[in-house]
Each structure stands twice: as C-alpha cells, then as structure tokens.
C-alpha cells in the first residue's frame, strides 16, 4: 500500500510542476460571449486571458465576469410566471444549511498533491495547469458499482456527499435541485422514477451488468382512468396549478401537499385505496403511489371511488437512439453532454440551459466512462487562487484528453461541486466548505 501511495503521490507531484501545454479553446468573459449567437458545438474562440504558467502562483482576482446570478428570483415562487413550474436548474444556489446538516470546512489545495491510499482496480487523477485544478477517480467496472443515492433516503431534505460516501469507495454530487431538495433532472433508482424534469436533457443509464448508455431523455407518464386517459406532470415534484403529479415512497411518508386539490391513494396492483378531496398531504403507500391533482386536474380524480382501478404507465423516451432507458436499473440525469463517442460534444443550447451554466468559467463535476467502460468522476475547481475553473468546452476537453472520457455528462456545479474519495473530501468546494445537496453518485465494491 505504502509503495502504491508514494508513486501516486510522485505522478501528481511531477502534475503539478511542470508546465502543461496552451489550452485547446480559449474564451473571454461571459458578457462577450453573451453578444454573439452560441450553437451547439461551436467553439466560440475569443482573446486568451493570460494564464500564468505554473511557476508562479494564480493571482488571486478572477478574471472579470458577468454579474451574479441572482437566485432569489429563481428560490422565491412568487416571482415566477404563474405556468412556469419552478423546475428549472440551479448551478449556485444561496448559501443555505439545513437544521441537523454538518458541513465540512474547505481545505484549499496547495501543490502538495491529495493523499489517496492504494484501493484495487482504482486510478486516481490530477490534472493542474494553466491556473486550472480538477482531479478524477477511475474505477474498474467489473470491481465496483455505480448508483445514484438520495441525501435523506427520501427526495425532500438535503444533505453534504460526504455524508452520503459512508463505505463507498466514492461519492460525487449529481443533479440540479431545489431549495427543498426536489431532483430537477429524469432519475431513476431501483427501476423507480424518483425525479423528472419538463426538459429533454442528457442522462446516464446504468444496467445490471453494469454497463452504460447516455443519451438525452424525456419523462412520459399517462394515467388511465374511467375510460380517460390523461399525462402526468411529474413525479415527486412540486403540484403546480392544474398540474397532476404521482407522489410514491421515495417522497417520503406524506405528500405534504395543502389542501387545495384532490389526492387519490393508489396500492400496486392499481386498486384505489381512498380519494381526498381538499385536505392534502394524504399518505403515500410503501407499495404503491399517491395521485396529486390541482384545479382542472383535480376534477379527474373527484369521479374516482374506492375499490376502482386505475392504470399509471411511464416511461424515460430516449430521443437519440442510445438504448434502452425503461430498462436500466438506475438513471441520473442532468446536463448538457460533454463527451460523446470519443469526440467533445457540448449542446448546451439543444438542452436549453441558461448562461449561468452554459457561460463562463466555473467549478465543475462530470460523471463518464473509459473505453474499458470504467466509470470516471471527476471535479474541477474554480472561483478560487488555486484553480479559476473552466468552460464547459474545456471541461470536455480536460475528460476527453487528461482522463480518457469517450462518453461523458455534466453534472450539477458551482458550490455543488465536490469528490469525495475513501471518506476523504479531495477538492475544494468553493463556498468554502460543503454544500448541502439532494442526491449523489456513489461507486461500491462488487459483492
């Protein structure tokens, strides 16, 4: 073990010495890009930024950049057109702790490298050049698993990846959420649907054998009731108005919905258990599901009785011909792809993410695989001396180049940003220490 650790140890020294070459795409500041008109793919190519090489230290000003995104507008319902569903991706969110979540303080890295002991079937990267600092876990995929896992067990509530990497070889954060911790991206854990989004936005399957399929995917469900057949808005999300929304176990113990709406309590096999009319935050089932309606939708369920049948059929839609989504064990999705087929593929503007995302430098967290098919996490810093972060065009460089990415997507960043290896936090997250999210990825030994 001692001899692995101190070539590991060696290998990102030498990293993080020596001069690495000029970046493959280089961008200016976010207002400038904002002026012109990005498609997917394109390299927008503006004047360099002046990077120092590596034998002098990162000045500590960031390079100027558009003006914060303000997220009160996003967190605050209120604000919101009244049919826009708050359903939309937040990279930063305001600084905000849980009662009962313990975070962990940030330790800023220096050129010392992290210290990883040696695990089998395991290959632990750093990449640091150019003013730029990311790092990558790679593990064999006949060794370990790789699975999505909810901070709480349930999907309201957050919690830091740490606490979510307790046994795990690594945890790395996952998908864009809210305030709540509501899943804003198509998930899937255990062949259940916990989370959807309104968009058509890339996802990782991952299946019984092990094996991957990424593509962008889209949520479907149609529930058939009294000769009526009517689409489901969402699952385990907020009840918008007119809106009808399936609330099952993973939601927790109750829909926590308020009392203007229907709610029929549905067991497996379809049998309605009870209707609720104007009361709210019925039960939901360990077998079966909850059927949330609002206003025009709530008059669908009110026909309903008890000992009725129902039938709730749904289905992740592969819009590019990946595989098989309905048939993966587990999905996580999130956005935009970064790698596709060995080639940077970044279609940020097909995914209709804002320029929060999709503009400018910042931290980063990617989940992909090798040409083996071995899963790769992998975190970039930024907004930091030690390491500014990047582009999304360059992130998908840095995966496809440094560490050997042929498929590849982007997960949730900014302050979410955060590798957890062996119960040890290796990047710095910079909000200056962890942030509480909704979900994780982890990689487990194979049993």
């Known amino acids: 073990m001692k001899k692995f650790l101190t070539a590991v140890l060696l290998i990102m020294f030498s990293m993080t010495t020596v001069e690495g070459a000029a970046r493959v795409i280089e961008r200016g500041s976010a207002s400038t890009v904002h002026a012109q008109s990005i498609e997917d793919g394109e390299e927008v190519r503006l004047p360099p930024m002046d990077l120092p090489s590596m034998t002098e230290p990162p000045p500590v000003e960031e390079p100027e950049e558009e003006p914060p995104f303000d997220w009160t507008e996003w967190a605050d319902p209120s604000k919101l057109p009244k049919d826009a569903p708050d359903n939309r991706p937040k990279e930063g969110l305001p600084d905000y702790t849980e009662p009962g979540v313990e975070t962990e303080q940030s330790k800023t890295p220096t050129t010392e490298p992290t210290q990883v002991e040696e695990v089998e079937g395991v290959e632990f990267r750093v990449m640091h050049r150019d003013g730029v600092m990311a790092f990558a876990l790679i593990a064999d995929h006949e060794k370990y698993e790789l699975r999505p896992t909810l901070a709480r067990g349930i999907i309201p509530g957050r919690g830091t990846v ?97 009392k203007y709406g229907t709610e029929a309590v549905i067991a497996g096999d379809g049998e309605v258990l009870g209707v609720h009319v104007d009361i709210g935050n019925a039960a939901i089932p360990s077998e079966g599901y909850v059927i949330s309606g609002h206003g025009k939708m709530a008059a669908v369920l009110k026909n309903l009785r008890e000992g009725d049948y129902v039938e709730f059929v749904e289905s992740i839609i592969d819009e590019d011909g990946a595989g098989d989504f309905d048939a993966a064990e587990h999905v996580i999705g999130a956005g935009p792809r970064l790698v596709k087929d060995g080639k940077v593929y970044v279609n940020v503007v097909e995914e209709e993410f804002p320029s929060d995302i999709r503009v400018g430098r910042a931290p980063r967290s990617a989940v992909g695989v090798t040409q083996y098919g071995d899963y790769i996490f992998a975190v970039v810093d930024g907004r930091q001396a030690h390491s500014r972060g990047c582009t999304l065009h360059e992130w998908a460089t840095i995966l496809l180049k440094d560490f ?38 982890i990689l487990v030994k194979k049993k």
């Open 404 to 441: 050997g990415a042929v498929n590849a997507i982007n997960l949730d960043g900014g302050g979410s940003t955060e590798l957890v290896v062996k119960d040890n936090i290796v990047n710095s997250p910079s909000d200056g220490r962890e942030r509480p999210v909704a979900d994780a990825l």
């Open 162 to 258: 740490k606490s979510m990497s307790g046994g795990t070889l690594a945890a790395i954060n996952a998908s864009y959420f809210g305030l709540s911790g509501e899943i804003y991206g198509v998930t899937k854990i255990d062949r259940t649907i916990v989370g959807t989004t309104y968009y058509t936005r890339s996802a990782m399957g991952i299946n019984v054998d092990g094996s991957t399929i990424f593509g962008r995917v889209s949520y479907r469900g149609v529930l058939r009731l009294n000769g009526a057949e009517v689409n489901i808005g969402g699952v385990n999300c907020e009840r918008s108005a007119d809106s009808l929304v399936i609330y099952n176990k993973y939601f927790g113990a109750t829909t926590r919905t308020n």
